[in-house]
């Protein structure tokens, strides 16, 4: 199932999402096997920021029925740090490279643009928008014109292609995603996290540390359809789509609604080869979907 997205010629159409699978941890785990092995077509790297983090205050996760509530904090090295130690591990993964920004201002997501254009072992970049730009207190990704200045200024400091991941957290993602076409983007892909909470089952606090979290997981899927089905009729520019695909039917599901790309992620945390056995899944619906066309045309 060879698939091309945004000039990149890939060998299936399945991804993982973004800080769903760490595959440094994954290497140190499984050794060469995984790179003999990688579940995924192209890989996507959690989210870099600019200065280190810490992450969020400890519980992060919450189990729900049919998925999962996070609220990691964005936790990493820092863009110095990733270019040190994290960058040259990524590079020798057998799949394009494609690194995750997010920045707090526009000038810093142009700042992590630049430094990863610089960089031939990155294949691609995904902006993750869904926090403030602490300038206008408005979430990047929730308002079209916000996008709009982010894509206009960051477009011209890259010649790799830009994905802009949406976010649900909006009143109209897809007019966020058109407005990232209008201004550039190569691609855009859907969804990030829908905001949630839960609370201490004796004190009635808030279970996570950081109060509010992200619900991912089977429980979105219906929610990501819906979404793939109103951007897919706004933009031309390709689509990954992801929310809560466990199965090989789940993947053909988004990409009849409209994706190129579909990307694995809370599922990787119960069984790490779920996209390997996604894309072999896929892999039989389509031929056996060939084979029925061929008969009944
Ligand atoms: O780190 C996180 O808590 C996090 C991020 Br950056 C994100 O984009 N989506 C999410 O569910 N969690």
């Known amino acids: 199932m060879p ?14 999402a973004s800080g769903t699978f ?22 996507v790297s959690k989210t ?14 919450w189990e729900l029925p049919a998925g999962l509530l996070n609220s990691i904090g964005l936790p990493n090295r820092g863009l110095a740090g990733y270019l040190e130690h994290d960058l040259p591990e990524l590079a020798r993964l057998p799949v394009p490279l494609i690194v995750n920004v997010m920045g707090f201002t526009p000038a810093e997501v142009a700042e992590l643009v630049a430094a ?22 408005l979430v990047m990704g929730a308002d079209p014109d916000e996008i709009a200045a982010l894509v206009r200024r960051v477009r011209p400091l890259s ?6 991941k949406l976010t649900p957290n909006a009143s109209d993602p897809a007019a966020v995603a058109a407005a990232a076409e209008a201004e550039g ?18 004190t009635g606090e808030p279970w996570l540390g950081g109060r509010t979290g992200g619900v991912s997981g089977p429980a979105m899927r219906a929610t990501a359809l819906a979404l793939l089905d109103a951007v897919a009729a706004r933009v031309e520019i390709p689509i990954a789509a992801m929310g809560g695909v466990q199965s090989g039917a789940q993947a053909a599901d988004l990409l009849s609604a409209g994706a190129r ?10 069984d790490p080869g779920a996209g390997s056995r996604v894309a072999r899944e896929l892999d039989e619906i389509q031929s056996s979907t060939k084979n029925v066309a061929q008969i009944r045309p």
């Not at 997205?5 to 993982?16: K, S, W």
């Not at 760490?22 to 890989?43: C, E, N, Q, V, Y």
């Not at 010649?159 to 802009?164: L, M, S």
Request: proline share 8%.
């Open 22 to 43: 760490d595959a440094i941890a994954a290497r140190r785990a499984f050794g060469d096997a995984l790179l003999r092995h990688f579940p995924f077509s192209a890989f």
């Open 116 to 137: 990863f254009d610089a960089r031939p072992e990155v294949s691609a970049l995904e902006l993750n928008v869904s926090c403030p730009n602490v300038e206008t207190g």
């Open 3 to 16: 698939t091309e997205f945004c000039g990149l010629e890939l060998a299936h159409p399945v991804i993982n």
């Open 48 to 61: 870099v920021t600019l200065a280190p983090r810490q992450g969020n205050g400890p519980p992060r996760l």
């Open 261 to 270: 790309l579909v990307a694995v992620g809370t599922e990787s945390f119960r």
């Open 159 to 164: 010649t790799k292609p830009i994905v802009v």
């Open 185 to 202: 983007a190569d691609a855009v892909s859907l969804l990030n996290t829908l905001r949630g909470m839960a609370r201490h089952p004796r």
